[in-house]
């Protein structure tokens, strides 16, 4: 599987913004998708995660109740909603899939991952 992330920008606070992953391969809707940031010099942080059928997400909570995942499995693609955007929010996204994680709140629970979309959120 290969991902590749796009949609980031510049945004003032209190703006949205939506980031997506492009997925390759059949089985791409077979797998768990997830969001993680992370900023310079700090560790790659849990944003949120979808189960395969996009029945089951999960958020941080720093997040929870701003930004929404969701997936179209059609179209290999997931998303990411960001909206009420803070500063704090600025950092640089990483989408990633795996067919089965123990954990999917960790990074090392995933197989694939994408680039990475730099998003920056001004005050």
């Known amino acids: 599987v290969q991902l590749q992330a796009s949609g980031g920008g510049l945004v003032q606070a209190g703006g949205s913004l939506r980031v997506s992953c492009a997925g390759s391969g059949r089985t791409f809707s077979s797998y768990i998708v997830g969001w993680f940031r992370q900023c310079p010099g700090k560790t790659r942080e849990f944003v949120a995660a979808?189960?395969?059928?996009?029945?089951?997400?999960d958020y941080a909570d720093s997040v929870k109740g701003r930004f929404t995942i969701s997936r179209e499995n059609a179209k290999n693609t997931v998303y990411l909603q960001m909206n009420s955007l803070k500063p704090e929010d600025t950092a640089v996204y990483y989408c990633a899939a795996a067919y089965y994680s123990g954990d999917y709140r960790n990074a090392r629970g995933y197989d694939y991952w994408g680039q990475g979309t730099q998003v920056t959120v001004s005050s």
């Open positions: 979808m189960s395969s059928s996009g029945g089951t997400t």
